[in-house]
Nanobody, 115 residues
Framework: QVQVVESGGGTVRPGGSLILSCAIS????????MGWYRQAGGGRRKLVAT???????DYEEMVQGRFTISRVNATNTLYLQMDNLRSDDTSVYYC?????????WGQGTQVIVSS
């Protein structure tokens, strides 16, 4: 069964940091492109970071230089290190393949950035 479980969200002050985790089962985290997505309020779910099968990474402009996507093949886990968080980073964060596969959406993990 293909499944993801996101964790690590919470409430932080502006300028703070969080590390999100995505435990993956059913496919190998290194088998293709994987991404972190986020959805704020009733908005559209948007891609913020990608790690390709060769390990290269890409970031949406708003998070470039502040977020780092990584993976650990041995534990089949995807990570998102988020530094210098801002209020506009407040969202529910999800992991999925890229492009996203609808059955693969998990519950997400909520990140709130507030003073």
């Amino acid at each position: 069964q293909v499944q993801v479980v996101e964790s690590g969200g919470g409430t932080v002050r502006p300028g703070g940091s969080l590390i999100l985790s995505c435990a993956i089962s059913g496919i190998a985290v290194s088998s293709g492109a994987m991404g972190w997505y986020r959805q704020a309020g009733g908005g559209r779910r948007k891609l913020v970071a990608t790690i390709w099968d060769n390990g290269e990474t890409d970031y949406e402009e708003m998070v470039q230089g502040r977020f780092t996507i990584s993976r650990v093949n041995a534990t089949n886990t995807l990570y998102l290190q988020m530094d210098n968080l801002r209020s506009d980073d407040t969202s529910v964060y999800y992991c999925n393949v890229r492009p996203p596969w609808p059955p693969f959406w998990g519950q997400g993990t909520q990140v709130i950035v507030s003073s």
